[in-house]
């Protein structure tokens, strides 16, 4: 091992954690909290400030047998084009229950595989989007999809809608690693697809890959992402394979060897982190990695960079409404999350009001750890006496997470000097096992969370 942490540490931090996507957690949302509580939320939005929307498309072709994400296999156009209806009638709800006509700065289709709407149905929920909302000029605008299931025709509609920016599921090159996962994608179709998008006038593709999965050696790795690295992604996330079959059967079907161990994981990272940098991509958060055009480099050097539900963001508008089965809202006073089945979605549909399943409100103090987490997680860095000072508590408020820091410390991972703490290069593969000492909700159970490394 080149660098950090030696392996007996290593074990230290094994476990399972959040992915500290927001604050409190998804495992805080309660039935207590639904669309009473949002609707108010949303009447109070600051006037005048742009919102985001965030849209969900459950449906996919082909299951993907690591999948932890809210999806299904649906082939008719028919349930497919019907569920489209269905987003076109929330985004009216919801752009009535807001104050006044807004602006919107971002949109993303995330999924699922958004690019399973029929061609017509994308086009009416993008012309829905449009009637009710003002589109800012400069708005980024993004879809996922997956390039075994697009066509030449899909892509060209892309730009002339107003997308900006694509993301691709590609997981890894390696055909044994593929064969694992069920997910057959060779190298030559990842590569047209980037063509015919940047062809189709798309300015920025990012494409996901995953460490951590059946029959991946750190070999396989470094061929996987020197051959990446040719296709020339302007951003890419790279996950730690999040391996939770209570929550989802379908990895139960994984085939390939044992899944790697923590310290092989950890390798892989190393590999994947040292070949993408040589590279010229800089390291972004915990995750991300961009080429310096990109706006997520230029966003993450100013400090502005963001963390959502979709993982890293340069979108800083203070609401993110989330549209469809599962999708999930963050505003300022509160979370929300809408039914996650596609049935029980529908038929929260056919009442009135929004689809919300359950949420959590977020009180001063939440919205202060928050803003240490985030930042954290974004810069490697925060002022503890700065926040704690905007947010009128004590300078001494933090003294006891600051005192579980303290190993951390010893270890490298982070440098602590007069309540400024700096996330060393060693500590950035440890982000969430630095930041969940700010978290006042999180218990130990092991069957809730993902791998922490
Ligand atoms: C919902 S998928 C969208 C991609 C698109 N549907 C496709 O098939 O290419 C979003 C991304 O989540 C990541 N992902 C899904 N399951 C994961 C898991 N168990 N662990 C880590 N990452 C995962 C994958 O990298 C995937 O590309």
Redesign the pocket.
């Known amino acids: 091992m080149k660098k950090g942490i030696s392996f007996d540490r290593l074990a230290r931090y094994e476990g399972n954690l959040p992915r500290y996507t927001s604050y409190p957690t998804a495992v805080q949302f309660t039935e207590a909290v639904g669309f009473n509580e949002y609707q108010q939320w949303l009447q109070a939005l600051p006037e005048g400030e742009p919102v985001s929307l965030y849209l969900h498309v459950p449906f996919?072709d082909e299951l993907?047998k690591?999948?932890?994400?809210n999806?299904q296999v649906v082939h008719q156009e028919s349930i497919r084009s019907a569920y489209g209806d269905l987003l076109c009638e929330e985004l009216k709800r919801l752009a009535g229950f807001l104050q006044a006509r807004r602006s919107v700065s971002f949109i993303h289709f995330?999924?699922?595989?958004p690019t399973t709407l029929p061609m017509n149905a994308m086009k009416k929920v993008m012309q829905t989007i449009y009637n009710l909302f003002d589109i800012q000029q400069n708005a980024d605008i993004s879809i996922?999809?997956?390039?075994?299931h697009v066509s030449v025709e899909y892509f060209s509609m892309l730009h002339p809608l107003g997308f900006t920016r694509v993301?691709?599921?590609?997981?890894d090159l390696d055909p044994k690693v593929q064969k694992a996962c069920g997910?057959i994608q060779s190298k030559e179709l990842t590569a047209h697809c980037i063509n015919v998008v940047r062809q189709n006038y798309i300015q920025s593709v990012n494409m996901?890959?995953?460490y951590g999965l059946p029959n991946q050696t750190v070999e396989s790795l470094s061929a996987t992402i020197r051959s990446v690295v040719e296709l020339k992604p302007d951003r890419l996330?790279v996950?730690?394979?999040?391996?939770?079959p209570w929550k989802?059967k379908r990895?139960t079907l994984l085939e390939g060897d044992v899944l790697p161990d923590s310290i092989e994981r950890f390798q892989q990272r190393q590999v994947i982190d040292e070949i993408l940098q040589e590279a010229g991509y800089q390291v972004i958060g915990l995750d991300h990695y961009a080429l310096p055009h990109d706006s997520m480099s230029k966003s993450a050097q100013q400090g502005t960079l963001h963390r959502n539900f979709q993982g890293y963001t340069v979108d800083d508008a203070p609401a993110l409404l989330g549209v469809g089965a599962s999708s999930v809202s963050i505003v300022p006073q509160g979370i929300v999350q809408n039914h996650p089945s596609v049935a029980a979605y529908q038929k929260a549909m056919s009442q009135e009001g929004l689809p919300i399943a359950r949420g959590v409100g977020r009180d001063e103090e939440d919205l202060l750890r928050w803003t240490v987490i985030e930042r954290l997680m974004c810069d490697l860095y925060i002022d503890l006496n700065q926040i704690t000072r905007q947010y009128n508590k004590p300078d001494n408020f933090f003294d006891d997470a600051l005192l579980k820091l303290k190993s951390f410390e010893e270890d490298g991972l982070v440098k602590i000097e007069s309540y400024k703490i700096t996330v060393t290069e060693e500590g950035r593969c440890f982000l969430r096992n630095i930041v969940v000492v700010f978290d006042t909700y999180y218990r130990v159970a092991p069957q809730r969370h993902?791998q922490a490394i």
């Open positions: 996919c993907c690591f999948c932890a994400c999806t995330g999924g699922g595989t996922e999809l997956d390039p075994r993301s691709f599921g590609v997981q997910r996901d890959l995953i996330a996950f730690g394979y999040a391996h939770v989802f990895q993902a």
